[in-house]
């Protein structure tokens, strides 16, 4: 067989594998969106009879045969080719496929859709011992699934990998500590002053208008709804279905104007870059972004540095009004900008501002490594959360549902692997924006403008279109000449909010 149709049948091979998996993808979405709650357990069959199909595909031998046969005409490519990049990335997601039986595939899938309506239900409801057993079986099944993975330093290495390639428990614990000797001081000078006035923030702002005001600052930011749509739902999140299908949820309370819009915000920021990735590498291992990491940054840069930024909202600040007069009649500009980049001790992770956010990421990431190293009991999990909180905020949550029940991942997913992305997020998200405005320095002059064609488009060029084609360390070395680093965020840190607590 030719070279060319070898390739031809190994596309058509993992585009098969991908179509099942994305069928799953829309079950998911739709179990999240709007389908009936009676409808939880046939889904979570549903579920696990596509993903077990899936991996079937994607684990079928003939496609190791394939990759056997095409490697050497792959070595001899330019090592940036795309179908170089496309034979090696699916060798690596080819190798560890195969170490996981399809069997309990099915089992994860099924397991983690069954405990996430459970959650749905017991989070409103201030109950987890409602979802401690099957949060248990969770820990379990992760254990499990890293234990496939035999020869890992710790046994959070496995797990990191599925979504931070490269990444291993040592170096995000490193990451992180010196990160946070950065981050305490500057969060406890600026809680020690007087708090900001959000008030305004808690005004009754109808749905509707929220909605529509958010999804129209997304479509300037360049999110295509032709081939995009937003719903609401429990727990927000980006899904990609197909390059021409990149859709978005949030969560709307009336009587907080930030929920919605900064998490449509940042949800834009995850769909763009879904959006921009090269339509060829559609339905392969090439599709989509490279790392959580390199995706949390997207969200990130578009939520906070642009959205959160004084620049944008000298521009959108009269819009807002016009939008809402009686709330925010009387409401400057300053006191707005204050409101939205409140830092202060907070519960509820996906709300908080960006001093603190980190430090809600590390304590998850900690409990994740005392959980797995079965130093921490399920059972023990909200005493643990509650004292940790105690110790880092000087806050103890009131309950369950803005404590260990609060985010979605451990309830419809495995324990670990998962939150490193957010930070790892966090930090990229400068040092990307460092390297546009180098590129670009009219930038903010534009945000100022509400024009944001520049940033898109650097981005699109230098991130999205890749894809998964570079490795998340590679990307970052090609867009910024360096490897990851916290400098430029801390020193986005120290500038803003220097300026806004006159530290």
Partial sequence: MPVEDKLQDLKTRLIEANDLSTAGAVLYWDQSTYMPPGGASAR?????????????????????????????????????????????????????????????????ANHTAETYQIWVEARPANDFKRVQPALEKTLDLSRELANFFPGYDHILDPLIDFSDYGMKAETVGAIFA???????????????????????????YPEDKQLAFGAEIIRRFGYDFNRGRQDKTHHPYEITFAHGDVRITTRV??????????????ESGHAMYEQGVNPGYEATPLGGGTSSGVHESQSRLWENIVGRSRRFWEHYYPQLQMMFPAQLRGVSLDTFYRAINKVARSLIRTDA????????????????????EDRLAIRDLPDAWNARFEQDFGITPPNHSDGVLQDVHWFGGLIGGAFQGYTLGNILSAQFYDAALHAHPEIPDEIGRGQFATLHDWLQANIYTHGHKYTAAELTERVTGQPLTIAPYIAYLRTKYGELYDL
């Fill in 44 to 108: 979570a069959r549903q579920m696990a009879t596509l993903e077990k199909l899936a991996h079937e595909k994607l684990t079928d031998p003939a496609i190791g045969r394939l990759l056997d046969a095409l490697e050497p005409w792959a070595e001899s490519l330019p090592s940036d080719s795309d179908d170089a990049a496309l034979i090696r990335e699916t060798r690596r997601v080819y190798e560890r496929a195969i170490k996981v039986p399809s069997d309990f595939t099915a089992l994860i």
């Fill in 178 to 204: 010196d990160l946070r000797e950065q981050l305490v001081p500057i969060v406890q000078a600026i809680v020690s002053q007087p708090p900001a006035d959000d008030a305004c923030l808690h005004e009754y």
């Fill in 253 to 266: 309370k009336e009587r907080r104007l930030d929920e919605a819009l900064f998490s449509t915000l940042h």
């Fill in 353 to 372: 501002d960006e001093v603190t956010y980190n430090l809600h990421v590390m304590l998850r990431f900690d409990f994740e490594k005392a959980m797995l």
